[in-house]
């Protein structure tokens, strides 16, 4: 047991818990993450390694890992206490008003705020509904593109009609030999300069299609058989290399719903200091919910300062709540 209190605990070091970390640090601020998986980045790095991202201010684009670098490399300025591969299952708020986090190996933390940065809590890709796609997944049925070089020159089929889908189709397009999108729909979710792109590029794009039949042998699939929602005789059959299917993921919030937090549409409800219904407890990102919240990461980076400000205020009260800008920071200049 490690009865050391920290002032923040952020929990999940995803991109909005790494720069939710720098800020509190900022606010010389003992801080503490602990990240389920066994390293920090949340999903971007697992799911997203080399998913160009195009929406976050002052950077034109970068990869998924490139951005992942940059995030640990700036949380990491002020030396926060890293804790990796813990779940935390229980929060409890003890007499003196601090905070207990129980961890699923047993570990327990103290802490006088804690951070929610959990994302939408743990995900898995949801798998393609089909008997036999187990016998091809890992080896050439994939459920995001870690390695862009892996499908050069290759013939590609993507299922899913989200921004995902349509992303890895225009990534694809210039590696593949040729890149084949299908959707259940005839219409695209995505963002709609990315669906407009997907519309004048080289992508065979069909739809109402799914997939009805696999055929491969040790684990490649070699063709696939579509069936046309609308219009059976209209089924096809395309030989290809490789498979993704981007149907989205599952998500799992427990064990955080059952700690007594008010929740919104699988959410955290959070008012405009981004507390939560538990007076010091704070939630950021994806897991929290307030009118006309946008989903970005960018979003996250601005989320995040403002829950550590308002946690500053507990944790040191005669401290007054400051709006702090690197730039005027001292440690990072020459200014006494």
Excluded at 123 to 141: R, T
Excluded at 171 to 197: D, M, P, W, Y
Excluded at 300 to 326: C, M, R, T, W, Y
């Amino acid at each position: 047991m490690n009865e050391e209190i920290y002032d923040v605990t952020i929990i999940g070091g995803g991109p909005a818990g790494l720069f939710a970390a720098f800020y509190s640090g900022m606010r010389e601020m003992k801080t503490k993450i602990i990240e389920y998986l066994p390293y920090l980045g949340g999903k971007v790095p697992y799911f997203y390694p080399e998913k160009v991202i195009r929406d976050i201010g002052g950077i034109a684009q970068a990869t998924g890992e490139e951005v992942t670098d940059q995030l640990v490399e700036q949380a990491m300025t002020f030396d926060p206490e890293v804790v990796l591969g813990e779940q935390v299952v229980d929060m409890e708020r003890m007499d003196n008003g601090h905070f207990q986090l129980l961890s699923s190996n047993g570990n327990i933390h103290y802490s006088k705020t804690v951070i929610l940065a959990t994302g939408f809590g743990t995900l898995h890709s949801v798998k393609l509904d089909h008997p036999e796609a187990v016998y091809y997944e890992e080896k050439s049925l994939h459920y995001t593109v870690r390695k862009l070089a892996d499908y050069y020159d290759q013939h590609v089929l993507i299922s899913g009609g989200g921004n995902s889908a349509v992303d890895w189709a225009l990534e694809l397009e210039n590696i593949a030999k040729s890149v084949t999108l299908i959707h259940r729909r005839n219409q695209f979710k995505g963002l709609e300069s990315s669906v407009t792109k997907l519309k004048n590029s080289e992508v065979n794009v069909m739809t109402p299609y799914e997939i009805k039949a696999l055929y491969g042998t040790d684990g490649q699939v070699e063709k696939v058989v579509l069936s046309h929602l609308e219009d059976e005789t209209k089924e096809q059959a395309l030989e290809i290399d490789r498979l993704v299917v981007n149907h989205g993921f599952q998500i799992n919030l427990e064990p955080i719903t059952s700690w007594g937090l008010e929740m919104i549409d699988g959410m955290i409800a959070v008012d405009s200091s981004m507390q939560t219904s538990v007076e010091g407890v704070f939630a950021i990102g994806d897991i929290a919910h307030y009118p006309d919240k946008l989903g970005l990461i960018a979003g996250a980076f601005n989320e995040g300062p403002i829950a550590a400000n308002h946690a500053k205020k507990i944790a040191d009260p005669e401290d007054p709540v400051q709006h702090l800008f690197s730039t005027n920071y001292a440690g990072f200049t020459d200014e006494e």
